[in-house]
Structure formats: structure tokens, C-alpha cells
């Protein structure tokens, strides 16, 4: 049987990311994201119901949220639940379900970052940055100055082809 643990959210940020190091030195921020859904209740009247979820991220996508996001800012959350299990102080135990975010893209520009849960205009959003970190990328979704476009220099299916059982 197949699993799919994937996350897709657009809110906006709640507070200021809080970005830390672990001992080795990677870099660690700390989100939290409002996402807001509406719906008609039994009245037929629009209801607003607000969803307030953590957010990690790690690596170069850390300090870029930490550098670009602030409190009010609209941001697109490409990730993973994780559920988190831990004894407080007091010997209770205790977990929670946090969203690790391996993708992220800011969605509005710098001074545009209205109130948490406010309304958003039909802006288009395409052409904003988008920050990720996979192991094996370098610079972890960051613009590249070595990246070179590939080459459209495909002429179709080679020979070998019809032995292919689809």
C-alpha cells in the first residue's frame, strides 16, 4: 500500500520567524502560520474558521525566511507532518504535529504583509521567489550563478523504444 505524507498551505505568518543553530551548524526557523478557510454554516452565512499551525524549516531556506518573512507576511508551505513526542518538565507527556517545510515561496512583496488572517487581492503571484532545501541541492533552492538552461535538443523517441510495455 502506498503512503504520501505531503502538506500544501498558504497563510500568513503569525509572528517573526525565530531562526537558531544546532551544534553543528545548521541553521533552524521557527514559523507560525495562520491559515484561514470559510465556509457557509447551517444559517447560510460565511463563516471564518482560522487554523494556526508550527512551521520548521532548515538549512539555507531557514535564514532566507528569516532574512525576507516578518509577522503578516503571506507565504506558500510546501512540506511533511511530523509528530513530535516529548516528558515537560512536570513528567508529562506530551506531543504535537508540526509541518517541516521543504519548499517555501513568498508570496507577497516586502511592505505588503497585512494582518494575520487579512484578505489577500487577486494578485498574481507567479515570478515570486521560491526557497527549498534537498539534500544534494547547493544552495538549497537559492538562484544559482552556474545554472545554465538545458537544451531542447530532443528529436523523439530513440529506436529502442517499442519493447516499452505501455
Known sequence: ?????????????TRDP??????SGTAVSDLGLAVNNYR????????????????????????L??????????????????????????????????VV??????????????PPGGGGGGRSHQGSPSYSDHQGDSGGGAPRDDYQQPSNDFDGPSSGDEDIPF
Not at 18 to 23: A, G, K, Q, V
Not at 65 to 82: D, I, M, P, T, W
Open 1 to 13: 500500500m502506498a503512503n504520501l505524507n505531503k502538506v500544501l498551505l498558504i497563510g500568513r505568518l
Open 18 to 23: 525565530e531562526l537558531r543553530y544546532t551544534p
Open 40 to 63: 457557509k454554516g447551517q444559517d447560510g452565512q460565511r463563516q471564518e474558521e482560522t487554523v494556526f499551525v508550527d512551521v520548521t524549516a532548515w538549512g539555507r531556506t531557514a535564514e
Open 65 to 98: 525566511a528569516n532574512q525576507y518573512l516578518a509577522k503578516g507576511r503571506q507565504v506558500f508551505v510546501e512540506g511533511r507532518l511530523k509528530f513530535d513526542q516529548w516528558t515537560s518538565q512536570e513528567g508529562q507527556k506530551r506531543s504535537k504535529l508540526n
Open 101 to 114: 517545510a521543504e519548499n517555501l515561496q513568498f508570496l507577497d512583496s516586502r511592505g505588503e504583509g497585512g
